[in-house]
């Protein structure tokens, strides 16, 4: 009886490490990220204005929602932060981020639908969710 309780506690801890490891991160979480890799171009407070190559100006990040009819567009920012070039801004602007697309997944609502995506991606994704203005 002892061993069979004593054999499952691996397995328990097992389940519950990646119970936690699916939670959407908090703000704070992409706060970190962006800081680390995006305040170049965008600023510490994400309101842009910064000149870019080509002689383009980096977006204010604080009004996504703003340009988007008052919903945040997860796809289309996603699409965007991993830096492969599909949006508006060419890829020799907008670099490509590696080390966000790597990492453990969680998953992410996109237009009703659960995404795994890169924990790190998430994480910048709720950021910028969060410093939306009204």
């Known amino acids: 009886m002892r061993f069979i309780a004593l054999s499952t506690l691996p397995i328990i ?9 699916n939670n959407m991160p908090e ?9 680390d890799n995006c305040t170049a171009c965008h600023g510490y407070r994400a309101t842009g204005n910064e ?11 604080t009004r996504i929602e703003e ?4 919903v945040f567009p997860r796809a289309q920012v996603l699409s965007q932060i991993d830096g492969y070039g599909r949006g508006k801004v060419p890829a020799e602007v907008m670099p490509q981020f590696g080390t966000l697309l790597q990492g453990d997944l969680v998953p992410v609502e996109v237009d009703g ?7 790190p991606l998430a994480a910048l994704l709720t950021y910028l969710e969060s410093i939306q203005v009204p």
């Open 67 to 70: 340009r988007s009819d008052g």
């Open 27 to 35: 703000p704070p979480e992409g706060a970190a990220i962006f800081a």
């Open 113 to 119: 639908v659960l995404t795994p995506t890169p924990r």
């Open 13 to 21: 801890a097992f389940v519950a490490a990646c119970v936690v490891n």
């Open 51 to 61: 000149p870019l190559v080509g002689g383009q100006i980096a977006p204010d990040l």
